[in-house]
């Protein structure tokens, strides 16, 4: 893990409690170093005495200049309120507290450096490297957020974004980087994934919670279901906002108990899993009109994250392109002549991603001689 360290920036007028901040985070263990504008990466505090066009141009050049955090920090607790906490988290703050000398708020600001750091370390490492690829600013903060959600927390999560934009690999990444999955690697299932768009009304409890042997024709033999299954490790329900209002509230009453009957069954069984889920559907018009229910709605969407189409990374699609072509023919090194070049850069993706790995494999195809 990297060092625990940060930057910090003054904005106020009263230095002398600015001096006291730091010498305070210092004697925490926070190893803090003054800003540097040309020098300035990683995450960092900025000490402000009151908001003013200072404080919130210094934001705003933070955010376009590195990818790290930023605290800011009010040099007391009566120089803030609600309306100004969300004015600076909306310029570019990725967290607003006020110092308090006497609540220990030190130890608080290193704990809060500390995750995010843990969050780059994993962001930027193997793992999640060479399953997510993308440089843009737009995805490397979509990865880090559910970075942090995966590993830190167990609450669900729901992907929402169009299709072909990666919904699966994230909900993989969640399920590779769960506490769970990761003290009881050896006996954790993989991923269970099930697509709502295939259930039959008729033997959806079966495909969800299993069934008995003899619980309906051609039930010869007893089955496990996807609750099951997914025990211990992750449950990924694709395109939920396509299921049923009917299975809604099966599945509803399941989430909610953890627990559940096979189908012809009478014992109650339980199971333990993190769920996640995705759509392409807009769950809110959904909801409107009453297609979707809403209690299902918010135990599912502990985490809500949107994956951007295609268009909004523009800086990733060459990037992807060289990766799908040298997994097709790994011995070529591609190269894209200017004309190409254009072309996939103005080119529309309806399908995004998945579009461009189709695109690539055609070029590969028809264009490298094999």
């Known amino acids: 893990m990297a060092e625990k360290a940060a930057w910090f920036h003054d904005c106020g007028r009263d230095h002398a409690t600015a001096a006291a901040i730091q010498q305070a985070l210092s004697s925490d263990g926070l190893h803090v170093k003054p800003f540097d504008p040309l020098r ?8 402000f005495h009151e908001i003013n066009d200072l404080l919130l141009g210094f ?20 120089q803030l309120n609600s309306r100004d906490s969300w004015r600076l988290l909306h310029t570019g703050a990725d967290e607003v507290l006020s110092w308090n000398a006497e609540a220990a708020w030190a130890g608080q600001i290193k704990a809060r450096i500390e995750r995010w750091t843990a969050i780059d370390d994993l962001a930027e490492s193997p793992l999640v490297r060479e399953s997510l690829l993308g440089e843009s600013l737009v995805w490397r903060s979509l990865v880090r957020r559910i970075v942090e959600a995966a590993r830190f927390t167990q609450s669900p999560v729901l992907l929402i974004g169009e299709s072909g934009t990666g919904k699966e690999v994230l909900a993989r990444l969640v399920q590779r980087l769960d506490e769970r999955g990761l003290e009881r690697r050896v006996t954790q299932p993989d991923l269970v994934t099930l697509d709502c768009t295939t259930l039959n009304p008729e033997l959806a409890g079966s495909e969800l919670f299993g069934h008995e042997r003899g619980a309906f024709t051609g039930a010869t033999n007893p089955r496990e279901g996807a609750f099951a299954l997914a025990d211990g490790g992750t449950l990924f329900l694709d395109e939920i906002g396509d299921l049923p209002l009917r299975l809604q509230a099966q599945l509803l009453r399941a989430i909610q108990e953890k627990t559940y009957k096979r189908v012809g069954g009478n014992v109650w069984q339980t199971t333990n899993f993190r769920l996640v889920c995705a759509t392409n559907r807009d769950l809110t018009e959904a909801m409107a009109r009453g297609e979707f229910r809403l209690d299902l709605y918010y135990r599912i969407a502990g985490w809500v994250f949107r994956s951007p189409p295609l268009r909004e990374r523009p800086e990733d699609i060459l990037p992807l392109a060289t990766h799908f072509l040298e997994m097709f023919r790994p011995e070529l090194v591609p190269e894209f002549d200017g004309p190409v070049h254009e072309y996939l850069l103005n080119r529309h993706y309806p399908g995004n991603i998945r579009d461009l790995r189709q695109l690539m494999q055609r070029i590969r195809r028809r264009h490298t001689g094999r």
């Open 59 to 78: 934001l705003r050049g933070r955010t376009r200049a590195s990818s790290g955090r930023v605290l800011a920090l009010a040099c007391s607790s009566s």
């Open 40 to 47: 300035a990466e990683g995450h960092g505090i900025v000490c």
